[in-house]
């Protein structure tokens, strides 16, 4: 296909998508691979609204697309991650995966927002991402699109390193079905399955499914573990319905998971958890003459156990149960042939309920309202900026715990933050482009980072209790970039310089050496999760990828390089927080695919440099433990019973790497095989 016929589909393409509305809506309606097919590069709407392909992006972003997903040794959202340039992905135990986005690595990693479909799947409650809540099986997914740098002018809060959205698959014209069922050593096995079924020519139904198991790691004798440990046990089934009728579009949809495994809490503690989570979501797009509307909206129920088998007692485990309810307007209005005006607004309200904090509800409200400006003064320059202004209120009501250690009234109280991003693309040509962008976004402290009230088992003669502040601030992020892609044949070469400024890091307790003594009514410790100071993360990304005959060949190299102002790190270590040991200098990845006939071959090799990572010692110490250099080998295998019809095997970790995992316990090797099925 001629380059001058992709440019000019494209454009139409672009400008279509421009009189419809916002990215919610593009992502329920475009056909991702028919674009991508024509273009002869991934496209998305997530950064600005509408149509655009991966080379023209304002922001540094990844799209892995559908076919990369199917291909690959992962079997998961952060496996597929891991292999790309500037991400780090801890795999704490078998169950727990944290995603950082150029540096500040660190368990229930709060700055990552992660989406599906545009709808928040991130938790609130502490501020995390539990990958095996997601609701969505690998076969369903469409593309994952991951933003580099803070997004809080694009996102919203907690957007402060980065965004991954994962697109699924849209109901089309006939019938599809998926299924795939595994099973492999250490207990691993998943099935899984999809339907996609076109009731009418205008209504659309969509069903999946799915369940996982998997045993754990062998704890080490020098950590602190629980006295019973459970393996990985999930669950997830969703439901979705699409229509269409004269320019209104329609969805809606809910879902259900649960989930049972070990994980590091953020003190770090290994402790044993439950989490069920439910939702039910909506949006509706109309077309106008001026451009278009859409309304989203979305409630999302989480029931969390924490602690269960912990202790002597391990019928009373801590017990959160979270809610928030998201609801939002945007509009995207074509100014001219390519510019675009995109305007916003959201409203959100978060609880908490438990009985192991301040009071029996803790919650907050946001008001926003956020813009976004595309222009393109000719087709080799263009500029965007956005900006968000976000109000948030915070309230406690109910019952409060006593003995109180703090004012009522420092809940009662609201802040307004400002964000923006800014990029600037200058195109040299159809071979290379120069992208310049930075942004300031924020973290917002958790519901248990302002209100969790738990009481600590010591052996002091006097309780000690891990105590939220409701005085803590947003965590401010900036951020900056410089970005350049050059095309050479078949080959693609980006090379990117960035820098990252975090202020008033918030940290979880430690060992205890931060605490107040409170008197009265009864002698009691209290350490306090706090802002504890800032840290400066810069660094440089090299990536290349290319096609040769039948091979697919992808590499990249990501150098970082951490400078902090924290807390002290000498034993005892008073808080869990040091982004400068916890972070890989040296990151490098080889991924390479070869399909020939009925067989595909895909494999990669990961290097991660030596790092420290936090663990409680049997002593009930915090420590830094040294987690050593790995270089670690997946593979794949596959072969095509029918067009319909594969068989596979694939195995992690064939090196047998320790520091695989970048974890305090050991990496082995997880080998599987199955089947998959698609129509």
């Known amino acids: 296909m001629s380059g001058s016929f992709r440019k000019s589909a494209y454009r139409a393409i672009v400008l279509a998508g421009a009189a419809v509305v916002s990215p919610a809506a593009l992502a329920q309606s475009i056909d991702y691979q028919a674009l991508q097919d024509v273009i002869g590069e991934p496209v998305t709407t997530s950064v600005t609204g509408k149509p655009q392909r991966a080379s023209e992006l304002p922001a540094s972003t990844i799209i892995i697309t559908q076919a990369e997903i199917a291909r690959s040794p992962a079997r998961d959202v952060p496996g597929l991650l891991k292999t790309y340039a500037g991400i780090d992905v801890n795999q704490w135990t078998a169950g727990q995966r944290d995603v950082a986005v150029r540096g500040g690595a660190q368990t229930y990693n709060a700055r990552l927002l992660v989406l599906v479909d545009g709808r928040q799947v991130y938790l609130d409650h502490y501020g995390m991402t539990d990958w095996n809540l997601l609701g969505v099986q690998l076969d369903e997914i469409q593309q994952i699109e991951l933003v580099r740098g803070p997004a809080t002018a ?5 957007a402060a390193s980065g965004v991954v959205n994962i697109i699924t698959r849209r109901v089309g014209g006939a019938p599809s079905v998926t299924a795939m069922a595994e099973g492999g050593n250490h207990g691993t096995g998943k099935l899984a399955g999809s339907v996609m079924l076109p009731v009418t020519s205008a209504i659309g139904v969509k069903l999946a499914g799915g369940h996982a198991r998997e045993g754990e790691r062998r704890i080490p004798p020098p950590l602190l573990r629980p006295p019973t440990v459970v393996d990985v046990n999930s669950d997830q089934i969703s439901g979705e319905i699409t229509g269409s009728f004269d320019g209104l579009g329609m969805t809606l949809g809910g879902g259900h998971a649960t989930n049972r495994q070990i994980e590091y809490l953020p003190s770090p503690l290994l402790s044993n958890q439950r989490y069920r989570s439910d939702n039910v ?3 509706a797009t109309r077309d106008t003459g001026w451009g278009g509307i859409t309304l989203n909206g979305y409630v999302n129920w989480l029931d969390v156990r924490y602690g269960i088998g912990t202790t002597a007692d391990a019928g009373i485990p801590v017990t959160l149960e979270n809610r928030i309810i998201v609801s939002q307007a945007s509009t995207l209005v074509r100014l001219g042939t390519s510019d675009t005006l995109r305007l916003g ?4 309200n978060n609880r908490l309920r438990s009985a192991q904090q301040f009071a029996e509800r803790i919650s907050y409200d946001v008001a926003s309202a956020n813009a976004m400006l595309d222009v393109h003064p000719d087709d080799r320059l263009s500029l965007t900026v956005a900006g968000r202004l976000d109000r948030l209120w915070l309230h406690q ?3 409060i715990a006593q003995p109180a250690y703090d004012d009522p009234r420092a809940f009662d109280r609201a802040f307004t933050r400002f964000s923006f991003n800014a990029a600037l693309l200058v195109r040299f040509d159809e071979q290379g482009s120069l992208r310049i962008n930075g942004g300031h976004g924020y973290q917002l402290p958790s519901l248990v980072n302002s209100g969790t009230r738990l009481q600590i088992i010591t052996p002091l003669p006097i309780p000690v209790f891990a105590v939220g502040s409701a005085r803590i601030d947003p965590v401010g992020m900036w951020s900056g970039e410089v970005g350049y892609v050059r095309t050479v044949g078949s080959a693609r070469l980006e090379l990117t310089a960035f820098v990252t400024r975090t202020d008033d890091a918030i940290a979880s307790p430690g060992d205890g050496v931060q605490t107040e003594l409170f008197l009265t009514p009864l002698p009691s410790l209290v350490a306090r999760f706090a802002a504890i100071g800032d840290y400066t993360t810069y660094g440089t990304e090299l990536s290349v990828t290319g096609m040769t005959g039948g091979l697919a060949w992808r590499g990249n190299y990501t150098w970082t390089r951490t400078e902090e102002q924290l807390a002290s790190l000498a034993i005892p270590i008073p808080y869990a927080l040091s982004p400068r040991s916890t ?19 895909s494999g990669v090799a990961r290097y991660t440099s030596s790092t420290r990572q936090f663990s409680f010692s049997s002593a009930s110490q915090l420590s830094l433990f040294p987690v050593d250099d790995a270089i670690a080998v997946d593979l794949r295998a596959g072969f095509s019973l029918t067009p319909g019809i594969e068989v596979f095997g694939a195995g992690e970790n064939m090196t047998l790497a320790g520091g695989a995992a970048v974890s305090p316990i050991p990496a082995d ?10 129509i």
Request: proline share 2%; glycine share 14%; charged share 20%.
């Open 345 to 348: 607004a959201e409203y959100r």
């Open 154 to 158: 694009l996102f919203g809060f907690n």
């Open 669 to 678: 090797r997880r080998i599987r095989a199955g089947l998959r099925f698609a």
């Open 281 to 283: 979501h909506g949006n």
């Open 583 to 601: 972070t890989p200098v040296h990151k490098a990845n080889i991924t390479l695919g070869y399909t020939v006939g009925r067989l595909s071959l």
């Open 397 to 399: 009501d109910g019952a």
